[in-house]
């Protein structure tokens, strides 16, 4: 806990209780010292019966260090739910000896007849006292319609998705958009008030006629426009494929990848990065970090927050350039422009995360674009696993691709392979395993540092849009 500073230090009041809810407490600098203090009691030897002597008390202190970090309990203890049955006279009796597994059992210990015990699914968020300043409802415009939403995800939705009104494509449509949605294009008239923003479009238009298949990745990295104007963009001037080989891509209207033989160098390649010690390499040996994992989880209730950028009507409309960033700032003809490696993948150099979504033009190795184009005027059918691509070509991808990131780990970091054995001719040979079986026992990043404004290992666009 103390090598993190994002995370709390917990208490918990019952240590061997599984079923016990910490307390958490929060850290603070400090300048302090810590003291051994001694206190000696010398007793006088008592002469006279009558009279009471006082004894010699002397005090000894020491300074052993200084206290830079400290831990302060400020918030309040949550419930604790114990794992108890009230019988039929009120009597609580306890279920830890028969909900608990201490040691392996037989079948009889699973058969067991229990009363029911469903603990909560969650505890409080917030262990500090808020004040809930009740509001009167909003009184809405004239002619507003509250947002439908499907009684099938009624569960777990907090409110609705905000409309960037995206034309959404499966890939067993019979039919493809030609123009965007009349309030997509308001959307963008909105926030087009500038010359810097008819630019980008005009930028973004001649990407679409050169190529009618992009990520937003490499959009990102082509053109230089802010996030948030982009949302409003893409859905103006094309349409997002959910699924097919074209998945989580931008397609231009009117444009139908399907019919279309020569758009397989467009399809898209889900590569992860393979670990384990059966590859060579752990993962804490992986030269590229995690952005995230399961094992740096920090609770909800951290004091020390990452403020997040709110962006507001007017800088959209002023083209974000005179946002209030501190220090150096990049020419605003690069400001949001992200590195070539986060879409284009290169013999020798190692991808930016752990997984990434490569288009297949974009896999610049000769021996990767033989594979793809093994079937190059023979195309006979666009399948939704390979599209217009020999069955399993994505399987002979990944394996080409794992071997060179490997043979970058070899040359980097040799001993990792000091003890490994190669093939006859020389080059070890990787088993496929659909690219699927990420070890998650990351630590944090140390070496590379991604380019501002990069999209996370696993990118779903999907939940921007919706």
């Known amino acids: 806990i103390y090598a993190d500073p994002a995370k709390r230090l917990e208490l918990y009041f019952r240590p061997k209780d599984p079923y016990c809810h910490p307390v958490c407490a929060n850290r603070f600098p ?24 006082q004894p010699d008390v002397q005090f000894e202190m020491e300074i052993l260090g200084i206290v830079t970090t400290v831990y302060k309990f400020q918030g309040m203890s949550d419930f604790q739910y114990l794992a108890m049955h009230s019988g039929p006279d009120g009597k609580q009796t306890s279920m830890y000896d028969q909900v608990l597994m201490l040691k392996p059992e037989k079948e009889e210990f699973f058969n067991r007849d229990l009363p029911l015990y469903i603990p909560p699914p969650i505890f409080s968020r917030l262990d500090t006292p808020v004040d809930y300043f009740y509001r009167p409802d909003i009184q809405h415009r004239s002619g ?30 019979e039919e493809i958009p030609t123009k965007p949605l009349d309030a997509a294009v308001q959307n963008w008239k909105k926030v087009c008030t500038n010359p810097v923003d008819k630019k980008v479009e005009e930028e973004l238009r001649k990407l679409f006629e050169v190529r009618p298949v992009w990520s937003r990745n490499a959009v990102k990295a082509n053109i230089s426009v802010h996030p948030d104007k982009l949302k409003l963009l893409l859905p103006y001037l094309a349409y997002y494929m959910l699924t097919g080989p074209w998945r989580s891509l931008w397609v231009r209207f009117g444009y139908d990848p399907r019919k279309h033989p020569e758009a397989k160098i467009y399809q898209v390649l ?70 070539e490696s986060i879409y284009v993948f290169r ?13 297949l033009c974009d896999l610049n190795v000769e021996s990767l674009q033989k594979i793809i ?17 020999l069955a399993k070509t994505s399987d002979d991808l990944r394996d080409s691709m794992s071997l060179m990131i490997k043979q970058i780990i070899r040359s980097t970091r040799p001993a990792l392979f000091s003890n490994t054995t190669s093939s006859e001719d020389g080059k070890e040979q990787l088993a496929y395993e659909s ?32």
């Open 30 to 53: 400090t300048s302090t010292m810590l003291l051994r203090v001694r206190r000696r009691t010398k007793k006088q030897q008592q002469l006279d019966t009558e009279e009471q002597i």
């Open 144 to 173: 507003y319609n509250n947002p439908q939403v499907s009684g099938e995800n009624l569960i777990g939705l907090s409110r609705a998705r905000r409309p960037h009104n995206a034309i959404f494509v499966n890939f067993d449509d």
């Open 270 to 339: 889900d590569f992860r990065i393979r670990c384990g010690m059966k590859y060579g390499y752990a993962a804490t040996d992986m030269p590229v970090k995690a952005k995230r994992s399961t094992y740096n989880y920090s609770l909800p209730i951290t004091v020390k927050k990452q403020g997040s950028h709110t962006v507001s009507v007017h800088d959209l409309k002023q083209g974000l350039g005179s946002a209030g960033t501190s220090g150096a700032k990049k020419p605003p003809s690069s400001r949001y422009k992200l590195k």
């Open 347 to 359: 013999e020798g150099a190692l991808p930016p995360y752990r997984q990434m979504f490569y288009q």
């Open 373 to 389: 184009h093994r079937n190059d005027g023979t195309e006979s059918e666009c399948t939704e696993r390979d599209g217009w691509c």
């Open 435 to 466: 690219g699927e079986d990420e070890d998650d026992e990351e630590e944090e990043e140390e070496d590379f540092k991604p380019s501002d404004g990069s999209e996370n290992e696993m990118e779903t666009e999907i939940l921007d849009y919706v």
